[in-house]
């Protein structure tokens, strides 16, 4: 079961205690921290209030407990087929999107004027959440219709936007991305997919994609692959990359879908997880359809020629919070599992009881577990905080008065999407071992769910970019931006809440001096590491350096939520106070030897020899 029944209010005359996030959690973060409803007074917001937020809140839970969840065994047991003609998946999987389309959800945080319900983002994220926690399988699919649309409506024509994304927002297209191929992987530098120009303003596109999820199915009218390809002539490397619509089906003038166009399933890849999502090969212009009696795939360009990576990655940045918001939402619904399981599983006697006939006390009582739930909850509950924020960010970026606002929340938000990325899927997958292990001998057997969600979550440290690139990313691009002005801005933001804390009580002021201090040490083991006049040995530990820049930053999130508790008495607050003096005072001090190794700028890995293996 996804839910326990708690009494009192609610949907279905229930209010429901789930078992997927907590929904307490989400409202404390977005109310008392957040502050979400002063958003209803920017002009782009203003016809939603509170009880809005609360209502889509309910109905985010609702299709994700009773449509999404109660099919996440079976998708995964019965993974995708290909019967050399269509791809086969459990009914319920096609069931679940009808029935979240039919909500408007998908076009959540978009504009009114294209169907969207013009939710802040930040609203919109916590929907999702609760359905990559009930079915990250299924959830892929409107996860990546929404990136799909969101990055038309950036770069796309007003054609475009009407015959692409409206039927997305619709639920009756479905979108993906293309960019890995079976020889480049992430070194997008060497793709080779052609799109040769046509009279008539089309392209034809020919080449094989790898890893393309929600690939080929029967789940929508039409699948909306945006393709990065190569015009001939286009400078090479990244810089000469365009980006095509290339549907599975042509739409004509009138809406209606006509030929099929010459996008072939080559193959499936069966991952260890998220097997509910189909993941794809796929052949573009192999010739088995010849759309206009003419070979390759039909292609419609996005803005300009080669700006293919750049408006890519408009839709990459926003999946890259997604993922991290993913890999929270399946951290925390494993710890949810364990506590659970911990307070219902009588075992053991306290440490000093003498008599073994005295009854056994339920598995939460016992210090080891309560400091591996204090570890999960510190990590899951941080990481929510942390996506949030940067779906607050996204908000600020497009809505704030002053231009100054929306450029300082565009700056912050770049520095930490790698972070916001990476550190949920690092840590909260930490949780998901932490929950199995809690579980015991029983959280190894698929009757219990914590098993497929640490399956499910393992994937979300590759998804949308490896640690390393996004470490790479963080070291050698985002911090050293414009002059290092954002690792400034990131620095200046931390300490401003670490100056609140020391008006606050002494537990406050003793967290937020470790929290300043550690600051103060990535502030100069950046300039260290970059001092040394060499790429490959500042970068050479670059992974090293997201782990820290990670915990410090998971740290201020956790002293936000101190201050944002205060002294107000009851269960949540207490439990907030608990894990932020745990975080601090637990996983901050990692973050020391981290730093040691990093201001030596080590050359371990650089000099390391293939052959020494």
Not at 252 to 264: F, H
Not at 467 to 475: E, K, P, R, S, T
Not at 492 to 520: M, N, P, S
């Amino acid at each position: 079961m996804s839910v326990l029944v708690d009494g009192g209010g609610g949907w279905h005359g229930v209010r429901m205690r789930s078992l997927l996030l907590s929904r307490r959690d989400l409202d404390f973060l977005l109310n008392d921290w957040l502050q979400v409803e002063k958003l209803t007074s920017r002009p782009r917001f203003a016809d939603h209030d509170s009880d809005t937020f609360s209502a889509v809140l309910d109905l985010a839970e609702e299709v994700a407990t009773e449509h999404f969840a109660p099919h996440r065994k079976l998708s995964d047991a019965s993974e995708p087929e290909f019967d050399g003609e269509r791809v086969h998946l459990p009914a319920e999987v096609g069931d679940a999107l009808r029935v979240l389309a039919g909500t408007g959800m998908i076009g959540a945080a978009m504009d009114g004027s294209v169907g969207g319900m013009q939710l802040p983002q930040v609203v919109a994220q916590a929907c999702f959440l609760w359905l990559h926690a009930a079915n990250v399988g299924t959830a892929a699919y409107p996860f990546l219709t929404v990136a799909n649309a969101n990055l038309l409506l950036a770069h796309g024509s007003p054609e475009q936007v009407d015959t692409w994304v409206r039927p997305m927002l619709e639920g009756r297209f479905t979108g993906t991305m293309c960019l890995s191929e079976p020889q480049a992987g992430s070194s997008l530098s060497d793709v080779t997919t052609r799109a040769e120009p046509r009279p008539d303003n089309t392209y034809r596109i020919t080449g094989t994609k790898m890893w393309i999820s929600g690939g080929d199915h029967e789940l929508s009218e039409n699948i909306v692959h945006l393709v990065l390809a190569r015009i001939p002539g286009s400078p090479p490397g990244v810089k000469g990359i365009s980006l095509f619509v290339v549907p599975r089906f042509l739409v004509g003038p009138d809406g209606a879908l006509g030929e099929r166009n010459d996008v072939v399933l080559a193959g499936l890849n069966h991952k260890m997880g998220y097997r509910g999502t189909v993941n794809t090969l796929l052949n573009f212009g192999e010739g088995r359809y010849t759309p206009g009696g003419e070979a390759g795939a039909v292609g419609y360009l996005v803005g300009e020629p080669n700006q293919g990576l750049a408006q890519m990655f408009h839709m990459m940045n926003e999946a890259r919070v997604g993922v991290g918001g993913g890999a929270t939402a399946l951290g925390y619904a494993g710890y949810l599992h364990a506590l659970d399981y911990a307070r219902t599983r009588p075992q053991g006697r306290p440490a000093g009881a003498k008599d073994p006939s005295a009854p056994q006390v339920p598995l939460v009582a016992h210090a080891d577990v309560k400091r591996m739930l204090l570890a999960s909850k510190s990590y899951v509950e941080g990481a929510l905080a942390l996506v949030l924020y940067c779906a607050r960010l996204l908000d600020e970026e497009r809505t704030a008065d002053d231009a100054a606002d929306r450029a300082r929340a565009h700056l912050l938000l770049e520095v930490l999407t790698p972070v916001a990325k990476s550190w949920p899927s690092q840590w909260c997958l930490a949780a998901n071992d932490l929950a199995i292990q809690i579980h015991g001998g029983y959280g190894y057997t698929r009757e219990y769910d914590v098993e497929q969600l640490y399956r499910d979550n393992r994937l979300n440290a590759i998804h949308e970019g490896t640690h390393g690139i996004q470490a790479i990313d963080l070291l050698g691009r985002k911090v050293v931006m414009q002059g290092g002005a954002g690792l400034t801005l990131l620095a200046e933001t931390i300490r401003a809440t670490t100056a609140r804390a020391v008006d606050a009580d002494g537990t406050a002021a003793e967290l937020a001096a470790a929290l300043d201090a550690a600051v103060t040490r990535i502030v100069g083991v950046t300039a260290t590491l970059w001092a040394a006049g060499d790429p490959e040995v500042s970068l050479a530990n670059a992974s090293v350096y997201l782990e820290a820049v990670g915990h410090v930053v998971v740290g201020w999130m956790w002293l936000e939520q101190l201050l944002a508790a205060g002294d107000r008495p009851g269960d949540l607050y207490d439990g907030k106070r608990a894990a932020a003096r745990f975080y601090l005072r637990h996983e901050l001090p990692r973050t020391g030897p981290w730093l040691d190794l990093l201001a030596s700028v080590d050359r371990t890995t650089v000099d390391m020899k293939d052959e020494w293996f």
